[in-house]
């Protein structure tokens, strides 16, 4: 029982890390070193702390993008 939890567990986890590496190609950034792409999402963390303003206007940038998907 133990090991099917386990299991699920980490099929959850490589599904999480497969969407989110979907999100950087569908933002064109596929091509980009891992460590500007780092550096860049550390950024942005910081910049979501001090600004909640930025959080609600990157999120209607990346809604409009999603609702792109048929085009």
Not at 28 to 39: C, M, N, P, Q, V
Not at 44 to 54: F, I, V
Request: no cysteine; proline share 0%.
């Amino acid at each position: 029982m133990a090991r099917t939890k386990t299991s699920d567990a980490r099929k959850k986890d490589t599904r999480e890390k497969i969407e989110l590496g979907g999100l950087i190609v569908k933002a064109g950034l596929r091509f980009e070193k891992r460590a500007l792409l780092l550096g860049a999402l550390i950024e942005l963390g910081d910049r979501l702390k001090a600004d909640s303003s930025e959080r609600a206007r990157l999120t209607a940038i990346g809604a409009e993008a999603f609702g792109n998907d048929s085009e």
